[in-house]
C-alpha cells in the first residue's frame, strides 16, 4: 500500500465549478500535512498547510480528519489558471523534515 | 532574498559519464533536501542533508549515488555512471531549522541519459 494514496483523475470541469480532491495517508504517526501544486514540468509549489481545525485560503479550503487518514482540498469557482496537478504531501514521524508526495490529482479546467 | 537556486536546468549524459547536481539553499537556510521525480510519477525523497552531515539517506540508491553538503559551497547530488533509468527531474529544496511549515523548491535539474 502506497504511503499516500490519490486519485489520479483527470478532473475535466467548468470555470466556476466547485472541485474537491482527496487523499488518504497510511502512517497514523504523521506529524503535518500540506497539498502542493505542480505545473507541468516545473518544481512543486506550497499550496497550503491543512490543520485539523480546518483551513481556508481564498477560494481553497482544506481539511484533515486524523481519525480516518484523510484530506481533503476543496477548490471553488474555478479558473483557468488552476489547472495543475495537485499534490498531498505528509510529514513523517522520523529524523528532519522528509515529506512524502502523493503520486498527485490532475486537474483541468475549461472554459 | 533569492529562492532555492540548482543548476544546470538541464544536463544530457552518455551512458556511464557522470552527473553532478547543485543546489543553493535559501540564505539562512542549513538543511538541504534532494527529491527525484521520473516520469508520469510522483516525487520520491532521496536525502536530507545539513552542513558537513548526512542526516537520513534512505531513499538513496545503493549504488553510484552520492551526496554531500559542504561548509562553503552549494550542495552536491552525484551520480555516478549513468544508466538511462536515471533519467529524471531531480529537485532540491531547503528549510531552516526549527519549526516547520513546508519547504521551497528550486527549479530542478532535468537529467537526460542517452
Known amino acids: 500500500r502506497k504511503e499516500v494514496e490519490q486519485d489520479p483523475g483527470p478532473f475535466n470541469v467548468p470555470e466556476g465549478a466547485t472541485v474537491a480532491f482527496n487523499c488518504t495517508y497510511s502512517n497514523s504517526a504523521s506529524q503535518s500535512f500540506f497539498w502542493y501544486r505542480q505545473d507541468c514540468r516545473k518544481e512543486p509549489k506550497l499550496l497550503m498547510s491543512v490543520y485539523s481545525s480546518g483551513n481556508e485560503d481564498g477560494r481553497f479550503t482544506a481539511q484533515l480528519n486524523r481519525a480516518s487518514q484523510y484530506i481533503s482540498l476543496l477548490i471553488r469557482d474555478s479558473k483557468l489558471s488552476d489547472s495543475a496537478t495537485y499534490l498531498c504531501v505528509v510529514k513523517g514521524d522520523g529524523v528532519g523534515n522528509k515529506l512524502v508526495f502523493g503520486a498527485g490529482t490532475i486537474l483541468r479546467v475549461k472554459s | ?114
Open chain 2, 1 to 114: 532574498n533569492a529562492g532555492v537556486m540548482q543548476n544546470p536546468r538541464h544536463l544530457v549524459r552518455r551512458r556511464g559519464q557522470e552527473a553532478r547536481l547543485r543546489c543553493s539553499p535559501m540564505k539562512g537556510h542549513s538543511h538541504v533536501y534532494w527529491y527525484r521525480q521520473l516520469p508520469e510519477e510522483g516525487l520520491k525523497f532521496m536525502v536530507y542533508l545539513q552542513k558537513e552531515n548526512i542526516i537520513d539517506e534512505s531513499g538513496m540508491p545503493k549504488e553510484r549515488f552520492s551526496a554531500e553538503f559542504p561548509k562553503e559551497g552549494p550542495s552536491i547530488l552525484r551520480i555516478q555512471q549513468v544508466v538511462r533509468g536515471d533519467s529524471a527531474a531531480y529537485f532540491c529544496a531547503s528549510s531552516p531549522s526549527g519549526s516547520f511549515n513546508g519547504y521551497t523548491f528550486g527549479s530542478g535539474t532535468r537529467l537526460t541519459v542517452v
